[in-house]
């Protein structure tokens, strides 16, 4: 099913009268491809929660429209919407089984939708199978592993055959090992069954490594989506080139003047074209090149060997932080210990940001 | 979903009828009977308004009785109860062996009736002559060369004697078990600081136990204070609900009296006697208060 | 509290040596003593015979005949109808407790759950309530209840012993535990409040739901103060006001081994309640009960 948002807006009354209303969600417009995995992607207190739980039903937009295909189902509270939720703490029931848990919500069914028994078990044992629990049906969620726990949840979304599957934070709650594992899982759980699936992270990590399509916000506001390796390459903004990548972009003030773009004092790169501005560099660690004769001159601090390519710290005055890495194969050797270090630039790794808007005005 | 919250009103509803009849109405109701004079049961109608029902209720020595009676339980239980839990607190968090059992064996008072429990103890204590019975109390005292004393129908300081001693042994198993709770909540870091430190036992109780425990204390103090001022059930079971004439009545017992009963009908005088009471109460607790908030830690180790 | 049980205590204190161990021991027995002696002698004292108890001049510490006749007189003949009081204080027991737990479940859900205007108003105005004594208002239930001509009926002794305000703030704490998650679950799956509460909340607070009934039932078991109030009829009296009456008029005065069997009778269920769900009453009652 395809997900469309149209300018959606969630505002919440403030809880006393000292504090003011918070704008959680800000005139948000995304289409949802039907089929794709998507993630929402953030730091933590964006926004992303209200709007995954905007497309669910359990919050309503202030103002804005949420349609499925073409059907506006804003007004819709969840239950109408054919959507299945898996939770953060996955919100099993712990005085049920995991049959009982995945078979709760198809005993909410009325009327005409309601199923026979064995329809019931049916489904069940499939949901089941997709997520691979046939085994642990008998068990409470407290004789689980956080994993597993994981699966009874998606099976019980999946056992009514949601047009769309939400997941909020699916894997902040396991370990560093079942993260990686459990991400593979849902990405082979969602092609399985082709449904629309958005999940919400503030890991980059997770969400380039499994997703389709990534969907970046900030403070409620949408700030870039679309394949993750695109937006990778082509950050819209300052915010988009920081969330994306580690280590970090390096960051640097500086400043274009005869579309020459400085930092510090150096000229850098040309930038035919932009007008004399303040701006900031972005430069991805694997950009920067080691070269006797780059244009951008670092104070060296250490290096450090990743087995077959290795990371140079260094530091500049005009750098956003204290520190810059650049990360580079073995080929570009320097000498032992310099004063200093140079670096030139690869390609499509610098980026030029405008520094009033932090709209991105170059990519070189 | 939200609209006014018709749904919950409704979920609130048996509770809110409930409340309202037996304990909002009857608040409101008990302040205006104890001012309406002349007021029975038989005359359903007041002859004026004012704080007559007031000054006859401690005008009358029965309530006098009782006033004094409920003050010296309350004196004398509310410490020594207080002091007893503590120190059985303490042995009991110093043992491993038998714990248990000992805590099993000390709550039981607590699940027990107290009338009927009371009969026994009456038992114990009683001093029948025309059977020639003593009791086994008696028959203690006896074998220790002491003169047998009837402590159910004889002198005052018996009577009140067995009653303190009534009530201390209901109200300990509460007492003993919030308190070995509050030592069990605290932190056994302290304690191993301590012995660190090269600090006495008399020192690390008195220096870090005692206030870590002191909330808990206060909070048994308070709720002892209330208890034993709205003592009555125990007096009933030792001496019978003729509590008057046995000169062992209570101010419950007084309410009670003249509410129903020989001395009954006069649901004025009643509230009268109930209002005094809440005062008491009240004051006792404010005071209560005043000095906790003076004297104890306050960096948690309170309940929770 | 959880932690607090006091079955987890650690060791914390250690009275010096071998002596100062021995002397705790003491005192802890000394007075495990002065609880269970009372209990030994209604027990061994409910199996002696009148004639013999009668002609001991010193109480016997055992009996030296053993006699149930004290008890099949309880359930026999009898000037005093001591199962029927055991009976109407069952009944009394259950349904209060059941009335209770109704209310007390839909109002801790609603304050632990539902938004309405003015709950927190609502909420302390509870709490307030927590504070009263029952003896200010009884009074005033005693006149309400003769003027529904509610005396010496069953419905006079159970109505005003429904509401506590303390179990529902004990639930509310304890809905308030299942996480706001489940709830948007439940919603998310077209689960109705009420199907929500009855399915979900209230199994997962199975283990307050029942403490809150057995320290209720403890509560209407031993209730004295109301019932005397209110029953003069002798068949609706509970078994406090039953102790009460064969102290006062069965058996004769003398009978104490009959009054003692009545009192163990009486007793027990309550004893036998407490060893099961020890640690729950235990429990229940550390986090706030006092008794009465």
Partial sequence: MKVTLDGVTKIFPPHSKKESPVTAV??????????????????????????????????????????????????????KRGVGMVFQNYALYPHMSARKNILFPLGNLKGKAKLTK??????????ARIVQIENLLERKPGNMSGGQQQRVAI????????????????????????RLETREEIRRIQKNTGITTVFVTHDQEEAMSISDIIVLMKKGVFQQSGKPQNVYDNPANLFVAKFLGTPAINVFKGKIENAKVFIGDEPVADVPGCENRDVYVGIRPEGLIPDKNGPLTCSFKSIDVLGRDYMIVASHGAAETSVIRAITDSENKIEDNPETVRFSFKKNKFFVFDAKTEERIYLG | MKKFGLKAWLYLLPAILFLVVFMVYPLIDVVIYSFEEGFTTTSQTATGVGIGNFSTVLRDPYFIQALKN??????????????LALLISLGLSSIKKLREFFQTVYFLPYVTNTLAVGLVFMMLFNKNESSGSVGMINTF????????????????????????????????????????????????????????????????????????????????????????????????????????EAGMNTIVGYVYDKL????????????????????????????????????????????? | MRDRHPKDLKKQYTFGGIAGKAGVYFMLALWALMVLFPFYFMIITSFKSYGSYSAEITPAIVPKTWTVANYSSLFGDSSVPLPRYLLNTAFFAIVTTAIMVVVIVLAAFAFARLSFRGKNIVFVLFLSLMMIPSELVII???????????RNTYLGLILPSVTSVFYIYLLKESFELVPDEVYKAAKVDGTSDFKFLIRIMVPMSKSTIITVIILKVIECWNSYVWPRLITRDPDHFLVSQGIQEIRENGFGKENVPAMMAA???????????????????????????TKG
């Fill in chain 1, 118 to 127: 064995e329809e019931k078990n049916r489904r069940m044992l499939d949901a």
């Fill in chain 1, 26 to 79: 800000s005139n948000f417009n995304l289409e949802i491809p039907d089929g794709k995995l998507v993630a929402l992607l953030g730091p933590s207190g964006c926004g992303k929660s209200t709007l995954l739980n905007i497309i669910c039903g359990l919050e309503s937009p202030t103002s804005g429209s949420v349609l499925f295909d073409q059907n506006d189902v804003t007004k819709l509270p969840p239950e």
């Fill in chain 2, 141 to 244: 005292i006896r074998f220790f060369g002491g003169p047998t004393i009837d402590f159910i129908n004889g002198p005052y300081w018996a009577k009140m004697l067995v009653l303190c001693l009534y009530t201390v042994w209901i109200v300990l198993p509460f007492k003993i078990l919030i308190l070995t709770s509050a030592l069990a909540s605290v932190k056994k870091d302290y304690y191993n600081a301590a012995k660190v430190d090269g600090t006495s036992k008399f020192r690390t109780f008195t220096h870090i136990t005692l206030p870590m425990i002191s909330p808990m204390l206060f909070y048994l103090f308070i709720t002892g204070f209330i208890g034993a001022f709205k003592a009555y059930s125990d007096a009933v079971a030792l001496f019978g609900t003729k509590l008057n």
């Fill in chain 3, 140 to 150: 005033t239930n005693f006149v309400t209840i003769t003027d529904l001509n509610l």
């Fill in chain 2, 260 to 304: 129903y009963g020989d001395s009954g009908g006069y649901p004025s005088y009643a509230s009268a006697a109930a209002l005094i009471l809440f005062f008491i109460i009240l004051t006792i607790t404010v005071i209560n208060l005043i000095v906790r908030n003076k004297l104890t830690y306050k960096g948690g180790g309170g309940r929770a």
């Fill in chain 3, 263 to 289: 009192v163990v009778i009486i007793s027990v269920p309550l004893i036998v309640l407490f060893l099961i769900f020890r640690r729950k009453i235990m429990e229940g009652v550390s986090r706030g009960g």
């Fill in chain 2, 70 to 83: 409920t003050f010296v339980l309350v004196a004398i239980t509310v410490p020594v109860s207080t002091g």
């Fill in chain 1, 155 to 178: 099976a019980r979304a999946l056992v009514k055959y949601p047009g769309i599957l939400l997941l909020d934070e699916p894997l902040s709650n396991l370990d560093a090992r079942l």
